[in-house]
């Protein structure tokens, strides 16, 4: 999969989004698709941090 500079950049804005904001403050939408329908644990917010640090490399 081939993405852009600015879809780069929103992909990163809305993980750093996501690991600033209180998973119970979250819509079940939002919670929904981060669990797969409850099937995954959501990531920390440190998991969050190693994962855009490694997309942005």
């Known amino acids: ?3 852009d500079d600015r879809e780069l950049a ?3 804005a ?3 989004l ?3 904001t209180h998973v119970l403050s979250l819509s079940n ?3 929904n698709i981060m669990t797969d329908g409850d ?3 959501p990531l920390s917010p440190a ?3 190693e994962l855009c640090e490694r997309i942005n490399c």
């Open 18 to 20: 996501l690991q600033q």
């Open 1 to 3: 999969m081939k993405i």
């Open 47 to 49: 998991e969050i941090d």
């Open 29 to 31: 939408d939002i919670i």
């Open 39 to 41: 099937q995954l644990v």
């Open 14 to 16: 809305g993980l750093r």
């Open 10 to 12: 929103s992909i990163l």
